[in-house]
């Protein structure tokens, strides 16, 4: 046989079997929720949940044991401010415990009744701070909170004391060292901003291997001697024109979603969007090719099309940690690091954030860049092995 004719085999063959896995991605309700539906609209809702950014008007209970002026001074104050709502005036602190384990507050402020009399003798006072620690943002909120007011109301007395004439000399008594807080990457300080980046990108990969993983298992369902390859369909003549013409398909529908889940998902929400649509590119190509030889290899494990679920979404949550965004990557022990760098998501993570979060361009993030060409690489000969041995079984069952 020519050279010609071999490849015309060949891409008869991609073709086809491009064509059967859109078939199968297209009438098949649970592949297509999977590689269509739960793409568009997961990212839509974490982002609905987590547009306000951060938390305000987190409800507080207070027990004034002073009674005082600066007490009620204190009080107001942190009820004004944009983070704490002081919920009810509790008696004791009992009181105030049973509101927090009912739930209806999130903290406590205790101040205790030589409050007033220690300040105005010029000693140090205390403002005990109970916080309900099941969620860091209202800890963050209530602590916050009762620290600026704490030493807005210090620096009140300091002025009262200082004997100064002018307003320059009491800026400098109640800061002599001014210090400037610019916030990088993340100028809302939201929740939002830090984290959904990284979730969009885990999205990506997760939906990637649900899809291809319930479509073997539906294969192996429909063949009779359950194997991923037919017995009986002479187009399937080969592993890599099996991997190629099925990564023509997935690659055709997630270039569209990784478009939508790294550009206008971020635009919709207001997100950190500072990178550069052709680093982004030369980025999210080697990441979404990874994820789909990834992912057809990780379908080798399915048998049922119950089981990818299972295991997908057992892993999504300790993948995300394992990224390094939650959780700092120097604080993650070296065995779990390098679990983390068989999967996909682990670099395209880290390489999203610096370029889209903070503005990096395609020379700065070449080390996942290139991990992520060798992780494409890797799976796709190992997508041909199992499709090989796959083909092999078929053909002996077929014999």
């Not at 800890?139 to 807005?152: D, F, G, H, L, P």
């Not at 100028?187 to 990969?205: D, R």
Request: with cysteine.
């Amino acid at each position: 046989m020519s050279i010609f004719h071999k490849l015309k085999e060949h891409i008869t063959d991609v073709a086809y079997i491009w064509r059967q896995e859109m078939k199968q991605v297209f009438f098949d309700e649970g592949v297509l929720m999977f590689l269509v539906i739960v793409p568009l609209g997961y990212p839509l809702l974490y982002s609905w949940i987590y547009n306000n950014e951060a938390v305000h008007e987190v409800p507080v209970a207070v027990v004034d044991q002073s009674h005082s002026r600066l007490s009620r001074q204190f009080i107001r104050d942190c009820d004004a401010s944009p983070d704490v709502r002081m919920a009810y005036h509790a008696e004791d602190l009992d009181e105030a415990k049973s509101l927090v384990s009912r739930q209806l507050v999130k903290g406590v402020y205790l101040i205790p009744s030589d409050f007033s009399t220690n300040l105005n003798r010029g000693d140090q006072s205390t403002v005990s701070v109970y916080c309900d620690m099941s969620l860091m943002l209202t800890y963050k909120a209530i602590y916050q909170t009762a620290v600026v007011e704490s030493q807005r109301i210090g620096a009140g007395l300091k002025i009262k004391k200082s004997g100064n004439y002018t307003k320059h000399e009491d800026a400098i008594t109640v800061q002599p060292l001014a210090v400037a807080d610019v916030p990088m990457f993340n100028p809302s300080g939201g929740y939002g901003s830090c984290v959904l980046p990284a979730v969009l990108m885990l999205i990506l990969q997760q939906t990637l291997a649900l899809g291809i993983g319930m479509s073997a298992g539906t294969a192996r369902e429909r063949n009779r001697n359950g194997q991923l390859i037919p017995d009986d369909d002479p187009h399937y003549r080969g592993a890599y024109r099996i991997a190629i013409g099925k990564a023509l398909c997935y690659g055709m529908i997630f270039a569209i979603m990784g478009a939508y889940l790294s550009m206008v998902i971020p635009k919709m929400f207001s997100f950190p969007q500072m990178a550069n649509s052709h680093d982004l590119l030369l980025m999210m190509i080697p990441y979404v090719i990874a994820c789909i030889f990834f992912g057809m290899t990780f379908s080798c494990l399915v048998r049922y099309r119950e089981n990818v679920m299972l295991l997908m979404v057992f892993v999504s949550v300790p993948l995300l940690f394992l990224s390094g965004v939650s959780w700092p990557e120097a604080c993650i022990p070296g065995f779990w690091q390098g679990v983390s760098w068989i999967f996909p998501s682990t670099f395209g993570i880290r390489a999203f954030i610096r370029i889209n979060s903070m503005g990096a361009s395609i020379d700065q993030v070449l080390p996942e860049v290139r991990i992520l060409w060798i992780q494409a690489a890797a799976y796709l000969g190992l997508a041909c092995l199992v499709y090989r041995h796959q083909f092999r079984l078929a053909k002996k069952y077929a014999q």
